[in-house]
């Protein structure tokens, strides 16, 4: 059973903590133009999420006005920019395998000038004598 000492030990160790009003319109401001969310803010500033809402209620424009805001939307741009830097990324490495190709069929080029054989298959070409099955079977001698 829990003792008054121990919830008097917890509340000595809290630390009250105040935040300017120009920080929380700051955050409030962030909040509307959608560059950070209510939990983003709660969790950087280990902040609860009501202490958050009070601060919107408090201080934003927008809910004065009676405006609602969207915050799906704000998700969805989210998403949206994610996918545009995989698309970036898959890009840069399809380039960049591209060039590997490139790379490998010119070295290929050159060493079949080298040793002047055909390294390459080319389509339609006959197979090289001693090159692939016969459809005779081989009875190991």
């Given at each position: ?53 009070k ?62 054989i ?24």
């Amino acid at each position: 059973m829990a003792k008054l000492q121990d919830f008097s030990n917890e509340a000595s160790k809290r630390v009250n903590r105040y935040f300017s009003e120009s920080f929380k319109r700051k955050k409030v401001r962030e909040i509307e133009k959608n560059t950070s969310t209510v939990l983003e803010v709660s969790r950087e500033y280990e902040v609860s999420t009501t202490a958050v809402y009070k601060w919107l209620d408090k201080y934003s424009h927008n809910r004065k006005r009676g405006v609602k805001q969207v915050v799906e939307l704000m998700s969805d741009t989210r998403r949206l920019k994610d996918l545009k830097a995989r698309i970036r990324e898959l890009e840069q490495m399809l380039g960049q395998k591209q060039f590997e190709i490139e790379f490998k069929d010119k070295m290929i080029d050159i060493a079949e000038e080298m040793y002047d054989i055909d390294i390459k298959k080319k389509l339609g070409s006959k197979p090289l004598p001693g090159s692939g099955s016969t459809g005779k079977p081989t009875d190991g001698k």
